[in-house]
């Protein structure tokens, strides 16, 4: 199983990322996605998440109201639109996959993408 994310780069505040993250050795459609991010220096924390069937997204307090998750079954992917990007956006996002639940624990989710890097300057 392979997660390969994408999409990451260096933005001023204010500006806008998409990133994507895509599934190759297993059916997609099964698996709840989920994104997570680690701050320099900080734990991973959870960012969104979507279910198998689309229907149910999740979201932290600090990504309501900016950013979108979504999927494309018939892409294999997952994204995660992200608006009116801040400074403590600042870090390495991670793409996750897991069968059973959307959850905001890491220990939830079966498999990992490597990280894309968003910088944010103020």
């Known amino acids: 199983v392979q997660l390969q994310a994408s999409g990451g780069g260096m933005v001023e505040a204010g500006g806008s990322l998409r990133l994507s993250c895509v599934l190759s050795g297993r059916t997609f459609s099964m698996y709840n996605m989920g994104w997570f991010r680690q701050p320099p220096g900080k734990e991973r924390e959870f960012v969104a998440a979507?279910?198998?069937?689309?229907?149910?997204?999740y979201y932290s307090d600090s990504a309501k109201g900016r950013f979108t998750i979504s999927r494309d079954d018939a892409k294999n992917t997952a994204y995660l639109q992200m608006n009116t990007l801040k400074a403590e956006d600042t870090g390495v996002y991670y793409c996750?996959?897991?069968?059973?639940?959307?959850?905001?624990?890491?220990?939830?989710?079966?498999?990992w993408g490597q990280g894309t890097q968003v910088t944010v300057s103020s």
């Open positions: 996750a996959g897991s069968r059973t639940q959307t959850s905001q624990s890491t220990a939830q989710y079966d498999f």
């Open positions: 979507v279910a198998s069937t689309g229907g149910g997204r």
